[in-house]
């Protein structure tokens, strides 16, 4: 079954129980910067018990992974060490994570240094937690079908967090994407996107944008997928009580997409 669920900036029985208020029951964090050092995993848990909200994923963005040398960062390898073991103790199935090109270093060395960097994070989090990519290009060249060819067919357990709207704004096909590398999606994003002449115009909600929801539903119906599908509202537009307004949409248009009932 695919469940639908949505990114809360706020890491605590806030944010969980912000999504409770919207009727859903699956909540992402999204965790990119020192907020990993206060987390208070018993706080979510409890949040979580008292709605019955699940979390679906956490992931970080944006991170140097790999130094300059081609060595793997040991601190943010340990900080994210740090999240896979806030992910066990909430019950959370997927971590999310990217990986840094290094200029000055040949493609050869940094397709290495990022397997192993991948490598040492799905060792850790072991059969508790799947590790998974992020198809955004933030700091991250892992992100599209040419690296997903070489980098997860040589770890076939790592997976791929989709969102459409990146490969629409990289210049490739969504549907093509969705097709051929759907069975390795572990998590994905609802994002909306107005992309005009080849360029980003707008991240509208989902729904008022370029993309075909239904179809990208029905192409995972296909792969068999079982995750979440998570909204995330990004756009300068739709912000305040618009940007309300446009979440709330988003949430019936995916909802009756999902065969979701209230």
């Known amino acids: 079954m695919i469940e639908l669920g949505i990114i809360s900036y706020h890491p605590n029985s806030e944010g969980v129980r912000w999504v409770k208020s919207l009727g859903l029951n699956n909540v992402e964090f999204c965790l990119n910067g020192d907020e990993i050092y206060s987390l208070d995993a018993q706080d979510v848990i409890d949040a979580c018990k008292e709605t019955g909200v699940k979390v679906a994923s956490v992931g970080r963005w944006g991170r140097f992974r790999i130094n300059e040398d081609g060595s793997i960062n040991e601190k943010e390898q340990k900080d994210e060490f740090l999240l896979i073991d806030f992910c066990r103790k909430v019950g959370c199935p997927v971590y999310v994570t990217g990986c840094n090109y290094v200029d000055g270093l040949s493609y050869y060395t940094n397709i290495t240094s990022t397997i192993n960097y991948f490598k040492s994070l799905m060792d850790y989090a072991g059969d ?98 079982n995750g979440v599908m998570s909204i995330e509202p990004h756009s300068e537009t739709w912000q305040g009580e618009l940007g309300e307004k446009g979440i709330a949409y988003t949430i019936k248009m995916m909802k009756e997409l999902l065969f979701i009932e209230d």
């Open 128 to 225: 508790d937690v799947k590790i998974c990519t992020y198809n955004c290009n933030w700091n991250a060249y892992t992100n599209k079908p040419h690296e997903w060819d070489i980098i997860h067919d040589h770890l076939p357990a790592l997976g791929i967090k989709f969102d459409p709207s990146h490969t629409v704004i990289g210049g490739r096909n969504w549907q093509d994407e969705a097709i051929k590398y759907g069975k390795r999606f572990y998590h994905m994003h609802v994002k909306g996107t107005v992309d005009i002449g080849g360029g980003r115009f707008d991240d509208p909600p989902a729904g008022m944008d370029s993309i075909n929801w239904g179809l990208l539903v029905s192409i995972m119906r296909k792969h068999g997928y």
